[in-house]
C-alpha cells in the first residue's frame, strides 16, 4: 500500500512562495501509470485539483494556478514537490498529496502578515 507524507511550513506570508513536498513509501514514483497529485481545500469550499506529475515526470497543471505553480520530482528521495508562487490568503487551504485512492494525511497552510 502506498503511503504519502506531506511536509512544508504552516505560515507563508502573502507575496512569498509556498513549498510543500510529498515523500511517498510503499511503493516508487516512477512505477508506471502512477500519477502524483496535489489536491488543496480552502475553509469552507471544496477540493481543488492543483496538479499532478506522471510516473514519466510529465506535470500537468490546473489552468487557474498554471502561471504560479511548479510540480517537480525527486526520484532518488521518492519524493514530489509542490511550488506555489505569489501566495495570498485565498491560498490558505489544508493541502494534501494523493495518489489514485491513497492520500496523504494533508497539511494546514495559512497565509498570513
Known amino acids: 500500500q502506498v503511503q504519502l507524507q506531506e511536509s512544508g511550513p504552516g505560515l507563508v506570508k502573502p507575496s512569498q512562495t509556498l513549498s510543500l513536498t510529498c515523500t511517498v513509501s510503499?511503493?516508487?514514483?516512477?512505477?508506471?501509470?502512477?500519477?502524483w497529485s496535489w489536491i488543496r481545500q480552502a475553509p469552507g469550499k471544496g477540493l481543488e485539483w492543483m496538479g499532478r506529475i506522471g510516473y514519466e515526470g510529465i506535470s500537468v497543471y490546473s489552468p487557474s494556478l498554471k502561471s504560479r505553480i511548479s510540480i517537480s520530482r525527486d526520484t532518488s528521495k521518492n519524493q514530489f514537490s509542490l511550488q506555489l508562487t505569489a501566495m495570498t490568503p485565498e491560498d490558505t487551504a489544508v493541502y494534501y498529496c494523493k495518489a489514485g485512492s491513497n492520500w496523504g494525511q494533508g497539511t494546514q497552510v495559512t497565509v498570513s502578515s
Open positions: 510503499g511503493g516508487s514514483i516512477t512505477t508506471n501509470g502512477y500519477y
